[in-house]
């Protein structure tokens, strides 16, 4: 009777555990992860805007104080870099690997004089750019990515209806462009 019941506990675990395996790597096989979806959005190296509920547009950004745009690129040609400035009350970036890991974060109190300057690049890549930093990256902050593509999150606080022509204009001008796009 002991070995039965003992059969029947193991026989319950292991398939509460193959339910949370199957659960949590379901969008991964449907295709529906984050990194796909972002992927889906339009041409690599450029931020998208997320509309907000009210809006027509897809895909759809559920906070209405924030404003969100998503940037899919890939390091393996060269550094991306993520520049942004304007007149917003708050700011965040969030930079993630293709399975949606988040790689790195900062906001605008982290930054250098309120606005975003950010070099994506790979651990070779950051090796090559700090034997000789370039002046134009002097002041940019430098992260460093292991796999070869991901996707930055760039978000800014909308607190009242005045302040959204300056944040549609903030993510409007960002730009996740290649380093050698810019010299």
Known sequence: MRSFVYAIAI???????????IILSLPSFTGRDAYTRVQAFGEPNRFFPLANAGDTLAPIN???????????????????RLFAGGDVPFWSLAVYDSASNEVFSM???TSVD??????VATPIQLIAIRKAVP????????VEMRGDEGYA??????????RHEAATAFLADASCEPLAAEQ
């Open 153 to 162: 999150v760039l978000r800014t606080f909308v607190p009242t209806e005045s």
């Open 11 to 21: 026989g319950l675990v292991g398939a509460a555990l193959l339910h949370i395996v």
């Open 135 to 142: 002046a134009e990256l002097e002041q940019s902050i430098l």
């Open 62 to 80: 559920d906070d209405p104080a924030m404003k969100t745009a998503v940037c899919a690129f890939s390091v393996e040609s060269g550094p991306i």
């Open 114 to 119: 309120g606005d975003l300057d950010t070099l």
């Open 107 to 109: 906001n605008d109190r």
